[in-house]
């Protein structure tokens, strides 16, 4: 009999902690387009793998009559799982108990799974639904978020991070996010932003809602601060399990090799002929990165945001990679501030997490003008420069058609340690573009000619010659700074060859604290 009320007791406490909020609080989180806590963990975990920690936590704050609203779980359910048969971390806000607050003690229980997630050497996954610090806690909740910032520090570079934004997340409750690897938002129903409309109105007098100020379209195409969006929770939820398996586990594997059903050696003839006439005619590199990848599949990070270069994850041969690739669709493929720090964000990550990187070189230059550098383009220029220069990893690069001046040392040339290099034969690689060459070469002599018609017979017999000279990647060849000029439908072949080849590269850098980069 004792034991019978001890089961019914256990049952009763367990499905208060598994009901949340209670059924009514569901109903609004539903009637919102959002799931709940563990509706999300289900969905993306292999069915029957979660295993929940931490189920019974309370609160132990007495502040306001608190006392009166303990609800187990605290508003967090944590836990591990599997995704793709792999081990992950994974914890969710509640937003049914207490809006999703961070207390001091589910604080506890998110500092407990990153603490795990750290020692089992697999990735983490914070997904966010919270109204922020739970005020009535005070200087406590503020402490919990500070712990789990120092675990999320303690693990960047070894074991990926992932955050997954599935309602509002606001105040010091973004910097967790921010300090992870990469940042999901849902559109409709997320947002970010350290300070709400209502503190932006009192201070600045400026009126803005809450999408305008930190929606998903704002942090995807403006701030750069999300990496994917979503349009439901579904379709994000499928996203965050489809990068999962472009990365390893931690920083001392390899990424999951994938059955490859692409032929290796598939010519793309297509790509024989994608390189306009005209040098200033643009063209959609993404359609190069589908003929050259494993069955024309990839994975683009932060797609709205510094549309002039392409970061996305694909494989060639089973193997998993990270692409960068100027796009002349946008701006001409120019390196600007947000590109550069694009880039070498994700460059960065590839490093961090043993992915080699694939190069593909269009770019004419950075951006010219005050606002680039007033903003401060020659250290976020350094960034990408930084960047490639300190990766170990497998670098190759394909120089498709321009590559000029300090763009073209810093999209992984040989020069800062690429270990193999290609070209087109539609590559140029010089200072500059033949106009400006002959602008600084010839200017007086120009400048002293009267008659426009020989003015215009003139320059453009100089940038023939210049063109002659420079606009074809055979004088980079003669030095080796190009390996070989290869066939353009012959790529994928040639990058997988490569990558081959580079499977056992060791290179150490110097021993040191940490590096410098510039910020």
């Not at 100027?326 to 947000?338: E, H, S, T, Y």
């Not at 020989?454 to 980079?476: G, H, L, Q, T």
């Amino acid at each position: 009999m004792e034991n019978e009320r001890i089961y019914e007791d256990f049952e009763r406490r367990n499905r208060a902690a598994e009901e949340g909020g209670g059924a009514d609080k569901v109903k609004k989180q539903h009637e919102a387009g959002k799931m709940t806590a563990r509706e999300r963990i289900e969905t993306l975990l292999d069915k029957g793998t979660f295993v929940e920690l931490d189920k019974f936590v309370v609160h132990r704050c007495t502040n306001y009559g608190m006392e009166r609203h303990r609800i187990p779980g605290d508003g967090v359910v944590s836990g591990y799982g599997k995704i793709d048969g792999r081990q992950v971390f994974v914890y969710a806000y509640d937003f049914t108990v207490l809006g999703g607050s961070l207390s001091a003690t589910n604080a506890q229980k998110i500092v407990k799974i990153q603490t795990m997630a750290l020692k089992n050497g697999a990735p983490v996954i914070g997904i966010n639904d919270s109204g922020g610090a739970r005020i009535q806690e005070g200087v406590n909740s503020l402490s919990g978020y500070t712990e789990i910032f120092q675990r999320n520090i303690l693990a960047s570079g070894v074991i990926p991070q992932i955050s997954a934004i599935f309602g509002p997340c606001a105040g010091g409750a973004v910097y967790s996010p921010a300090l992870t690897d990469f940042i999901l938002m849902n559109q409709g129903t997320s947002y970010m932003f350290v300070t709400g409309p209502k503190v932006v109105k009192t201070v600045t007098g400026e009126e803005v809602s809450q999408e305008q100020l930190g929606g998903a379209s704002v942090h995807a195409a403006k701030s750069g601060v999300a990496h994917f969006v979503s349009e439901n929770e579904e379709e994000g939820i499928a996203t965050l399990r489809k990068l999962l398996g472009f990365l390893p586990s931690n920083n001392m594997e390899d990424a999951p090799l994938a059955v490859c059903t692409d032929k290796i050696t598939r010519l793309e003839d297509s790509l024989n002929e994608i390189i306009p006439d005209s040098a200033n005619k643009p063209y959609d590199m993404t359609e190069v990165i589908k003929a050259i990848v494993d069955n024309g599949e990839f994975l683009e990070s932060a797609a709205g945001y510094a549309k002039n270069i392409i970061t996305c994850f694909a494989r060639f041969n089973g193997q998993s990679v990270g692409i960068i690739a100027n796009q002349p669709k946008f701006m001409a493929g120019v390196l600007d501030i947000n590109a550069s720090r694009k880039a070498a964000r994700f460059v960065r990550f590839c490093d961090a997490f043993n992915i080699p990187i694939v190069t593909l070189v269009d770019v004419p230059g950075f951006l010219p003008g005050t606002t680039q550098e007033y903003g401060g383009v020659i250290t976020h220029g350094a960034k990408l420069l930084f960047a490639y220069c300190e990766a170990t990893v497998p670098k190759i690069t394909v120089t498709l058609r321009k590559a000029y001046g300090g763009a073209y040392i810093v999209m992984s040339s040989k020069h800062i340690r690429g270990d193999i290099n290609y070209a087109w034969p539609t590559a140029e690689i010089a200072v500059m573009g033949a106009s400006g060459a002959v602008e600084v070469l010839y200017g007086k002599e120009v400048a002293a000619i009267e008659s426009p018609e020989e003015k215009a017979r003139f320059v453009a017999e100089k940038e023939k010659e210049y063109n002659d000279k420079f606009s074809n990647p055979y004088n980079a060849a003669r030095y080796g700074y190009i390996d070989d000029v290869i066939e353009p439908r012959n790529t994928r072949f040639r990058i997988i060859r490569a990558l081959q080849s580079l499977a056992t590269k060791r290179l150490q850098n110097p021993a040191k604290k940490h590096s410098n980069i510039p910020l």
